[in-house]
């Protein structure tokens, strides 16, 4: 089993920024991808971005060039860092991690981003 322990969030005004960073524990081993989804109310989670092992990065078109993913192997810890946030960016967004086909989550932090 896979622990994530998201921290981070928050409510920030249109054009502000914020960090979210998933802490892993557990049976950690063989966790090849990390990242970040998000729901808003009333609508489907979705990817926001992800990082593979090998540092390689994909993001929802919505974030690109906005939002940034990164990963601490040694921490294993992967980092999201919001910029230039609009309110379409608000929703609970949930740390993900994908280990030999099995998917876990964490409990999910708050973004909320006024106009």
């Known amino acids: 089993q896979v622990q994530l322990m998201e921290s981070g969030g928050g409510l920030v005004q249109a054009g502000g920024s914020l960090s979210l960073s998933c802490a892993a524990s557990?049976?950690?081993?063989?966790?090849?991808?990390m990242g970040w989804y998000r729901q808003a109310p009333g609508m489907q989670r979705e990817l926001v971005a992800v990082?593979?092992?090998?540092?390689?990065?994909n993001y929802a078109n919505s974030v690109k060039g906005r939002f940034t993913i990164s990963r601490d192997n040694a921490k294993n810890t992967v980092y999201l860092q919001m910029n230039s946030l609009k309110p379409e960016d608000t929703a609970v967004y949930y740390c993900?991690?994908?280990?030999?086909?099995?998917?876990?989550w964490g409990q999910g932090t708050q973004v909320t981003v006024s106009s």
């Open positions: 993900n991690a994908q280990q030999l086909g099995s998917y876990y």
């Open positions: 557990g049976s950690i081993f063989s966790i090849n991808t």
């Open positions: 990082i593979i092992a090998g540092g390689i990065t």
